[in-house]
């Protein structure tokens, strides 16, 4: 079962010590949590909770990155929509910092790069057979925030190269959407 909660109530087990949690579910399916009440054990993992990217944004966020990669490409530069893309991935800066041997560097970004478009792995530095990177995830593991972020740096150079933009308000509301979802 996976589903999103408020907690109600924090207090200590006498006997164990151990912090106790009560639990508001957003669920109302009773049944699945009769079941697992009886289990000895559960795995559990609380997290704050973040709203998913909105669909419409995402596309939106296609949108933009194929007109900007045609008006790059005016001046001879042969720029895709998906050059545009990981150019703004690299740009908001969502990366794990990682060592990763040499003799291993090759496997682990084929590996790493096969995850999606914007899987992206950027070289830092090389010292005792050793190479620095940045690892860079896609923006299908980004929350509201960080795809925020993406979209408004997108929107931002469109505008710098003069395209046309969707009106600030729909472009608030595609954003705001996301706190809907």
């Not at 207090?11 to 049944?31: A, C, G, Q, V, Y």
């Not at 993992?45 to 990155?65: F, G, H, P, T």
């Not at 914007?118 to 057979?129: A, C, H, P």
Request: charged share 35%; aromatic share 8%; glycine share 4%.
């Amino acid at each position: 079962m996976q589903t999103t909660a408020k907690i109600t109530d924090i207090n200590i087990d006498f006997d164990t010590r151990k912090p106790k949690i009560s639990l508001l579910l957003d669920s109302k399916d009773i049944e699945v949590v009769e079941q697992l009440k009886s289990k000895d054990k559960l795995n559990v993992e609380l997290k704050e909770y973040r709203q998913k990217r909105s669909l419409d944004a995402n596309a939106y966020c296609w949108v933009m990155c194929d007109r900007i990669a045609k008006e790059l490409s005016k001046d001879g530069t042969i720029k895709t929509k998906e050059e545009v893309y990981k150019e703004a991935i690299l740009a908001i800066g969502t990366f794990e910092p990682m060592i990763i041997e040499e003799r291993a560097f090759e496997n682990f970004k084929r590996i790493w790069e096969k995850q999606g478009l914007g899987f992206l792995i950027q070289e830092v530095s090389r010292k005792d057979k050793c190479v620095r990177v940045n690892c860079y995830y896609g923006s299908s593991t980004y929350d509201s925030k960080e795809m925020n972020l993406l979209i408004e740096l997108i929107i931002d150079l469109a505008k710098s190269l003069g395209i046309e933009t969707k009106p600030q308000e729909e472009i608030d509301s595609l954003l705001e959407s996301w706190d809907k979802k």
